[in-house]
């Protein structure tokens, strides 16, 4: 137990660290002390009780999903949208502005931006301020053409973040899936579009999205998947999609006649793209972002509060 003096100068240290802003060399030369000593005896005032530190904040909370997410799945960074009270319109937007301002402060070194398609992703670009950017390629990942539901197509996106960046964007002219191998074939081993996809493999940074199949699927809304394909989907064990690229439980890509006719980057060349940027919201998606965190696809993860709390409680 701690004498009077010795409390007294717990105290003493504490006060003027804390409440007079005196720093520790300070400090130690007021006591004629060393500034270990000073460091010493602040930590016994924390240990003692004498010193307690809250941080009173309604952030704080998020703050600590993101640390314990990262830890969790070896994350470079967790960035977590306190969305409580927003109806899902609102939260996918608040969601979108969030990511916009994270993208638009981490492009140090950045020269091409490869990107998905997909509500959330619209959300980040009409959200994303406008600004002069025009050392940046937008590069899609995945084709994007067709006559249905053109905003959320991978074009569409790339020229309208261009657009907001001030800057230049690639082209993919083909659509996201196609009817059979053969076309799918002739078409990634056509100039143009083999010449794109080698950009979307070489590109420094990715924007995606992650699909649930079954749950609200934009695949599904556009018409690229029936309920056939459904079907076959859960028996081979599907349980979400990035790219347009379906993967099982374990992250693993599902051996599926529908990833055969993707026209994109598969899921092995979107996982050796140095950063991948997660955007993704709503807890019916919690299998398919788990699953992904374990292939290891993504470096960043951009997630709403009561999401990021299901992933740590499963």
């Known amino acids: 137990m701690l004498n009077w003096e010795e409390r007294r100068l717990m105290v003493k240290v504490a006060k003027l660290y804390y409440f007079e802003g005196w720093t520790q060399a300070q400090i130690a030369a007021r006591n004629n002390v060393s500034r270990p000593v000073i460091s010493k005896l602040l930590n016994n005032a924390k240990k003692e009780g004498i010193v307690e530190i809250y941080i009173k904040d ?18 470079n960074e967790v960035i977590v949208v306190s969305t409580a009270g927003f109806a899902p319109d609102m939260a996918k937007r608040q969601l979108g502005k969030t990511a916009a301002s994270y993208i638009a402060k981490n492009l140090k070194g950045v020269e091409s931006l490869g990107i998905s398609w997909g509500t959330t992703l619209l959300s980040l670009i009409e959200e994303y301020p406008y600004e002069r950017r025009d050392d940046i390629n937008i590069v899609p990942i995945v084709g ?6 053109v905003h959320l197509h991978s074009n569409q996106l ?9 800057t230049s964007c690639s082209y993919l002219y083909a659509p996201a899936m196609v009817e059979n191998d053969e076309l799918k074939n002739r078409l990634v081993n056509s100039k143009d579009i083999a010449h794109v ?19 609200s699927s934009t695949m599904e809304t556009i018409g690229y998947l029936e309920e056939s394909d459904l079907a076959s989907l859960r028996k081979a064990g ?27 980057l598969n899921l ?13 919201e709503g ?9 992904a965190l374990k292939g290891g696809y993504l470096n960043v993860l951009i997630t709403d509060d009561r ?8």
Do not use: C
């Open 58 to 75: 309604e952030t704080v909370q998020t703050v600590e999903l993101e640390q314990t997410l990262e830890k969790k799945y070896g994350l």
């Open 144 to 149: 994007g053409m067709g006559s249905d539901y």
């Open 158 to 166: 790339a020229f309208n973040l261009a657009q907001k960046m001030n």
């Open 197 to 215: 996809l080698e950009r979307g493999r070489n590109v420094d940074m990715a924007l995606v999205g992650l699909g649930n199949p079954f749950k």
């Open 238 to 264: 599907a349980v979400g999609d990035i790219s347009s690229r379906f993967f099982d439980a374990v992250g693993k890509e599902v051996d599926h006649p529908l990833n055969n006719r993707v026209i994109g």
């Open 268 to 280: 092995d060349e979107i996982r050796n793209i140095p950063e991948v940027i997660g955007i993704v």
């Open 283 to 291: 807890s019916y998606k919690l299998e398919s972002i788990e699953a």
């Open 307 to 314: 999401t990021a709390q299901a992933l740590l409680e499963e």
